[in-house]
């Protein structure tokens, strides 16, 4: 049976899983744009926070010129942010009301403009799974159908930091709350053969003595968790029989103004791609089974 779609060069076996990270879809991105310049496309990918937004706008169809526009445009950055956070912050600050700095209205808009506010997941080519944290439910859920830009959102809205987004008449925030590599659902899907994991690391936070904050504290625990999730999953899909391609690109924590650096951001993301499959005559994403 082959493994690419006649139509689309796509490889219905090939699954790419995009972690969560802080403004980590531009390596994200860089990832994905380095394996097509490869000839590698993946038939699913999946995304939790930053990597909802890199594998929404990928899957969406924007690619060179337009994606850049994009993902570079000063607006874009901006529109994250709303002037309703100045006044909120101190009933956040005290617990005394609220739910959240930021509304994520902004954001809305401007996905809107670019990519349509009428855009599905399920219409979407590569095929887009999207990592959210349900709160109705209280369970963690992988979103594959539902209005695209409302679950790009959702899954980006870290707690705190963003209200929760109402969709449907449910309450959802950050993916990566509860799968920061969501690619477990893949583990008994008979069509796929490979599974890639890409991982952000902010190398400016790697060794050295470091400011500990609460918040920075409560940041390591969620690593810890997401590590040792990420670890049992990679196991338990190795047992299973499938191919899994763990691969990290590391570059300097982005912060609040990242600006020109996101460049940067993206390239280390390609670099990665390349240092993978570049010298070899066979893509290992591609080997036999």
């Not at 999946?46 to 060179?64: F, K, P, T, V």
């Not at 309703?84 to 996905?111: D, K, N």
């Not at 490979?194 to 470091?210: D, E, L």
Request: charged content about 20%.
């Amino acid at each position: 049976m082959s493994r690419l779609s006649t139509e689309t060069g796509q490889d219905p076996g090939l699954a790419v899983c995009l972690s969560s990270s802080f403004f980590g879809y531009y390596a994200h991105l860089g990832l994905l744009a380095g394996m097509e310049e490869l000839g590698l496309r993946p038939g699913r990918i999946s995304g939790a926070s930053a990597g909802a937004m890199a594998g929404g706008l990928w899957a969406a169809g924007l690619r060179g010129e337009p994606l850049e526009k994009l993902i570079y445009d000063f607006h874009f950055l901006r529109s994250f942010f709303d002037l309703g956070a100045f006044y909120r912050w101190p009933f956040i600050l005290t617990g005394c009301a609220g739910t959240g700095l930021l509304s994520g209205v902004r954001l809305r808009r401007y996905l809107s403009l670019r990519i349509g506010s009428e855009r599905r997941i399920e219409d979407l080519s590569p095929r887009l799974e999207i990592a959210v944290a349900n709160l109705t439910t209280q369970r963690g859920e992988i979103r594959a159908s539902g209005p695209l830009i409302d679950f790009i959102i959702a899954s980006c809205s870290m707690p705190v930091l963003f209200k929760p987004q109402r969709i449907d008449g449910e309450e959802f925030l950050d993916g990566g709350v509860s799968n920061e590599t969501p690619f477990d659902h893949w583990l008994e899907d008979p069509s796929i053969h490979t599974i890639v994991v890409h991982r952000i690391r902010h190398s400016s936070r790697m060794g050295g003595p470091q400011w500990k904050t609460p918040n920075g504290i409560l940041g390591e625990c969620h690593t810890i968790a997401a590590n040792e999730l990420c670890r049992r999953r990679r196991v338990q899909a190795q047992e299973m029989g499938k191919k899994v391609i763990y691969l990290e690109t590391h570059h300097d924590h982005p912060g609040l103004l990242h600006g020109k650096k996101s460049r940067g951001f993206f390239q280390a993301g390609m670099d990665t791609a390349f240092a993978q499959w570049r010298t070899q005559k066979q893509p290992q994403a591609a080997a036999e089974r």
